[in-house]
């Protein structure tokens, strides 16, 4: 499978708890982004990497959420201390470049804090 | 303030009929625009897009219309199938005052075939 793969699929924590969810995205693609979905809402953007920088964080990306691309390859996204809003699924995304716009997500990391 | 509104938030067709699913949007400097199907507990899966520079894309059953002045997309579905019954998701790419070089997502309209 040549597409966006992220892990763990879901993920059940106990509020305070740290979660690390991991993506790799598509091998060719230098863009890598971060989404939020809530139920009954749309997915929101989170931030994104073009290699290995970080190049925007939406004002959604509270200080407890860090991500990072080392080397430009895999993400992870951790959020420490989490809170049961932080319940969501979390979705990976990667693009290469501007070319064709297209943006191709992972299946989503499903997140329920208790 | 929501920026990519699909102001349905479901839509019954029966199989075999068109489908015409609607998306609004208000920021003048989106200049790209792609259509996301989604079933539960699964990532966006991606259909269809179009440049702001056109006004109609054609992929198979799929076809988007782009109409700039009115600044209104629609995802036409012919015919339309069981498995389209989905979660479809307007989503528009931009400068969209924050900065992000990611997209812009309407809330979503249910779209259920019935035979």
């Known amino acids: 499978d040549t597409g966006v793969s992220q892990d763990p699929r879901h993920k059940i924590t106990k509020r305070g708890q740290n979660v690390t969810f991991r993506c790799d995205p598509i091998?060719?693609?230098?863009?890598l982004y971060w989404y939020r979905q809530t139920l009954g809402q749309g997915p929101e953007f989170l931030t994104y990497?073009?290699?290995?920088?970080?190049?925007?964080k939406s004002r959604l990306l509270s200080d407890r959420f860090s991500a990072e691309r080392p080397k430009g390859s895999f993400s992870t996204l951790e959020i420490q201390r989490t809170e049961q809003g932080d319940s969501a699924m979390y979705l990976c995304?990667?693009?290469?470049?501007?070319?064709?716009?297209?943006?191709?997500f992972g299946e989503g990391s499903w997140l329920t804090v208790v | 303030d929501q920026q990519v509104k699909q102001n349905s938030p479901s839509l019954s067709v029966q199989e075999g009929r068109i489908s015409i699913l609607n998306c609004d949007y208000t920021n003048s400097m989106f200049d790209y625009f792609l259509w996301y199907k989604k079933y539960p507990a699964e990532g966006p899966t991606f259909l269809i897009s179009?440049?702001?520079?056109?006004d109609k894309n054609e992929d198979g059953r799929f076809t988007v219309f782009l109409n700039k002045s009115a600044k209104h997309l629609s995802l036409h579905i012919v015919p339309s199938q069981p498995g389209d019954s989905a979660v479809y998701f307007c989503?528009?790419?931009?400068?969209?005052?924050?900065?992000?070089?990611?997209?812009?997502f309407g809330k979503g309209t249910h779209l259920i075939i019935q035979p």
């Open positions: 990497f073009q290699n290995e920088a970080q190049l925007e």
């Open positions: 989503a528009a790419k931009g400068y969209s005052g924050g900065g992000a070089d990611g997209l812009t």
């Open positions: 995304a990667s693009s290469f470049g501007r070319s064709g716009n297209t943006i191709y």
């Open positions: 091998s060719e693609h230098n863009r």
């Open positions: 179009i440049s702001s520079i056109k």
